[in-house]
């Protein structure tokens, strides 16, 4: 589509949901990088909600009056339809408001946000202290919604309450002053004449207002009770992977997936040290290697802008053709009180933010490579980085609704984690030790499936699990936040903090975990299919740009569409 060519009914529809979105959520907008909401918060209220829902049933309803007139109008179409239908059923039950967690909850969302802001100019500072100033109306309406929510639904679980009280009382500790003299440094403006140390001295006290609040009065409204069940489970597996899945199959593949990841740890744990007791006693003698440790932070950022970038040089124009303007992915430290694992966030949408990747150092000083090489082919290059900013990119191809909102997290972290495999594929992982850290994740993704669709499902273990650390013989016994802990800690070898951090996360998430594994399943599954289809002719190549430039996608409909593809 040329700047020329006026967009087609379906695609104008689709910037319209944009514009809408960006209205009711500035958090939304500034993480796409739609200018003008720089100074503004949501409204996380009740009745806001409401007006989200009549919203997206009136968008759904004037959806289906669109004519497509191409197959790239019909896939938008298509994301447009699954992805509102998916959020409609959300609203309808209350779900955005009845589930949080320290992962995901208005506290950690504003505190983000503002380091993805522009901190450049004097306008820039001034940005930063409304929006400052917004932090408590902008909690106060949560704080609402809280109550309502707790006088109509069951909330989660006290964990997430108490969780989320921790995290807020540890940004209430500073963290906002420290934000916004960076700001006015990097402005060149007075932190005090600015307003920029009195706004952000009233957001830290906002938040630890809310702190003692989520103690007070909603922590003994919380539910005492872990799992949501399978009918809430089955509603989040649709947004999360865009599919109606089969959860006890996906449960007993998941736990063979598991057992044939650990054989091969086994293999290696044994060759690295001999006659090894266990997998966690291989990761001490691998932390403990000069030669892998990363010393201070400012190394260890280099070292990853650095790894992203040789793999990009690596990588382009042969297995991807990636694009100069999306080559760098920058890096840098989580903000404190964030979740135990990396993560990314996307570049604007004008790309003038770069794609960022986030490594929280949980107080950590000193790091261990082996662990994260990975993680940062996952975060990056070709995991995240090159698939949402190729999306970005392919405006003629992808609606602004499906390249900016429209994504599953089964094709989005379902490529990721195929991206870890395809570098095991290609032998980046040669090194016994970073094997075993690339095994340690792909453990972790099929430990989620069966702890996530475990607890919430509240199954009980598989009958050959055998013994979990000092919970003894958990073989057949139901399943528990401990026995999960234990499970990641000895079979994925992940720290406790961070076995706490995941299984807390699966707690407040359900099914966000599961769509890991579910997307590598479908990357996996679509890749077979080409190449016995198409034979001689397949190109892996080929493949990979076919199916990012058709952008994330439910997974039924991305399978749909791969199985049309003709190989060019």
């Given at each position: 589509m ?37 100074r ?51 609203l ?29 100019t ?7 202290a409304?929006?400052?100033?917004a ?7 949560w704080?609402?919604a ?7 639904h069951?909330?989660?679980?006290v ?5 989320i ?55 003994p409204k919380?539910?005492t ?5 399978e ?5 989040w ?8 899945l ?25 060759e690295?040290l ?11 003698l ?15 950022l ?9 793999t ?12 100069d ?11 404190e ?8 966030i ?32 996952h975060?990056?290059i ?22 900016l ?18 570098m ?18 792909q ?10 669709i ?43 903090v ?5 299984v ?15 997307g590598?399943?479908?990357w996996?599954?679509?890749r077979?299919e080409?190449?016995d289809r198409?034979g ?5 190549k080929?493949?990979h ?10 997974v ?7 199985a ?5």
């Amino acid at each position: 589509m040329s700047e020329t060519t006026p967009p087609s009914a379906v695609f104008a529809f689709a910037d319209e949901v944009v514009d809408r979105l960006a209205k009711s959520d500035p958090l939304f907008a500034t993480e796409a990088g739609i200018p003008g909401y720089e100074r503004l918060l949501p409204d996380f209220s009740a009745a806001q909600q409401r007006r989200d829902q009549d919203e997206t049933l009136r968008d759904l309803q004037a959806l289906e009056l669109l004519v497509s007139v191409s197959d790239v109008d019909r896939i938008a179409k298509e994301v447009l339809r699954e992805r509102l239908s998916v959020r409609l059923a959300l609203l309808e039950a209350d779900e955005y408001r009845r589930t949080f967690s320290v992962l995901s909850s208005p506290v950690s969302a504003i505190r983000q946000v503002f380091e993805l802001m522009a901190t450049t100019t004097t306008d820039d500072a001034t940005h930063v202290a409304a929006r400052l100033k917004a932090v408590r109306a902008s909690l106060d309406t949560w704080r609402g919604a809280l109550l309502v929510t707790a006088a109509e639904h069951e909330l989660p679980a006290v964990r997430h309450v108490l969780g989320i009280a921790d995290q807020a009382d540890t940004h209430a500790a500073g963290a906002f002053t420290e934000l916004a003299k960076r700001v006015a440094a990097a402005t060149s403006v007075d932190f005090d004449t600015s307003g920029l140390a009195n706004a952000a001295k009233d957001a830290e006290a906002a938040y630890a207002e809310l702190a003692a609040f989520l103690r007070s009065e909603i922590a003994p409204k919380a539910s005492t009770h872990e799992a949501c069940g399978e009918e809430r489970y089955q509603r989040w597996s649709a947004y999360w992977s865009g599919a109606t899945l089969d959860l006890r199959e996906l449960y007993v593949w998941g736990y063979q997936d598991l057992r044939r990841i650990n054989s091969r740890m086994w293999e290696i744990a044994n060759e690295l040290l001999p006659g090894a007791s266990s997998l966690v006693a291989v990761a001490d003698l691998l932390d403990n290697d000069p030669k892998r440790a990363i010393n201070g932070t400012d190394t260890l950022l280099t070292m990853l802008k650095e790894f992203t970038q040789r793999t990009a040089d690596e990588m382009d124009g042969v297995h991807f053709d990636i694009d100069d303007r999306i080559r760098f992915c920058d890096a840098r430290l989580a903000p404190e009180g964030s979740s135990a694992a990396p993560y990314y966030i996307n570049p604007s949408e004008d790309l003038s933010r770069p794609g960022t990747t986030w490594f929280p150092t949980m107080g950590e000083t000193s790091f261990s490579w082996w662990r994260h090489a990975s993680t940062w082919y996952h975060e990056s290059i070709p995991g995240h980085h090159l698939q949402i900013a190729t999306a970005l990119l392919a405006a003629d191809q992808q609606s602004r609704y499906h390249r900016l909102v429209g994504s599953t997290a089964g094709y989005v972290e379902g490529w990721a984690l195929y991206a870890e495999r395809l570098m095991d594929e290609l032998g980046y992982f040669s090194d016994l030790g970073d094997e075993l850290g690339y095994l340690a994740n792909q453990a972790l993704r099929a430990a989620r499936i069966v702890v996530d669709i475990g607890l919430h499902l509240e199954l009980d273990a598989p009958s050959d699990l055998g013994v979990l650390g000092g919970l003894g013989d958990c073989s057949g016994k139901q399943w528990t936040p401990e026995m999960a802990v234990a499970l990641l800690e000895e079979w994925a070898i992940q720290d406790h903090v961070m076995s706490t951090s995941e299984v807390d996360r699966y707690l407040g998430l359900p099914a966000q975990a599961i769509s890991y594994k579910v997307g590598e399943r479908m990357w996996l599954a679509a890749r077979q299919e080409a190449k016995d289809r198409l034979g001689d002719r397949f190109s892996l190549k080929a493949f990979h740009a076919h199916a990012l430039v058709l952008g994330p996608l439910a997974v039924e409909t991305f399978m749909t569409e791969m199985a049309a593809w003709d190989g060019n």
